[in-house]
């Protein structure tokens, strides 16, 4: 559990969510996590929603744009990336075989943003800060706790963001036995990543989001009477907590986390 007071470049600093139905996804996610919410007009007819805990800044959420809806873009969280030097970490990305789907941009006095696409073909968004520096608080319950990469080419992503983020590579054991893809930043976990097993169906490469919730069991009795679903059973992981994906009404996948406690 910390409090975040500044962004640290190559960790993760940020998630939003951008979905069809924004009421449904404010009822579903503040009573799952326990938070408020804070509308923010931006501009003619959009408003950015934050979700906060007693005042702290947790995540975001805001509307899909009618363009994203018309090319099949599907509801999502999406995931970022503290860097130095939004402009120069974009070229880099580029320069490493990914591409730059949305160049580097200001949001007012807030920082300045870029999205890419890795080699593998994962999203992923670079946030330099200004007066936003991201998520005010991390890896506890009812906040955002981890990021994972899913990729068909484990070892391309591995490449691609070892040589973006300055982050370092290691195999550790996972859930189920599944080997696991460990990132860390100046020698702090900041990701992890799996390979796409064929059993899973048609899984694009993808960041996915966790939240921290109190009880796990409690949280999924939540999810469905909400209107989400259980995806994948609650596993347990030696030494981290238990974990499990679940859809949100809009069918966005998301996964919570209960997290061991220290003994």
Not at 128 to 152: F, M, N, P, Q, R
Not at 233 to 238: A, D, E, N, R
């Amino acid at each position: 559990m910390a409090e975040v007071s500044e962004p640290y470049p190559g960790g993760f600093n940020w998630v939003d969510l951008m979905t069809t139905d924004v009421e449904s996804a404010r009822e579903f996610y503040s009573t799952l996590l326990g938070c408020e919410t804070v509308d923010n007009p931006v501009g003619d007819d959009f408003v950015y929603t934050l979700f906060t805990r007693n005042g702290k800044n947790i995540a975001g959420m805001s509307p899909m744009m009618p363009d994203m809806q018309e090319q099949g873009v599907p509801p999502h969280w999406n995931s970022y990336v503290a860097v130095a030097n939004v402009g120069e970490a974009a070229a880099k990305a580029a320069s490493l075989g990914g591409t730059v789907i949305m160049p580097p941009m200001d949001v007012m006095e807030f920082g300045r943003m870029a999205s890419i696409i890795d080699p593998t073909g994962a999203v992923l968004n670079l946030w330099e800060a200004k007066t936003h520096i991201g998520v005010d608080l991390i890896g506890e319950a009812g906040a955002y706790c981890w990021s994972e990469l899913y990729a068909h080419d484990t070892e391309a992503a591995s490449s691609f963001y070892c040589n973006l983020f300055g982050w370092v590579a290691q195999e550790v054991p996972g859930a189920g036995g599944m080997p696991y893809n460990l990132f860390t930043n100046d020698g702090a976990p900041a990701a992890g990543m799996l390979a796409i097993q064929p059993i899973w169906g048609e899984v694009p490469p993808n960041w996915t989001v966790y939240f921290g919730v109190e009880n796990l069991d409690a949280a999924l009795e939540q999810v469905q009477a909400m209107g989400g679903s259980m995806q994948v059973q609650p596993m347990s992981i030696p030494g981290i907590g238990r974990i499990s994906l679940i859809t949100d009404p809009q069918h966005v996948y998301v996964m919570l986390m209960e997290l061991e406690q220290a003994a």
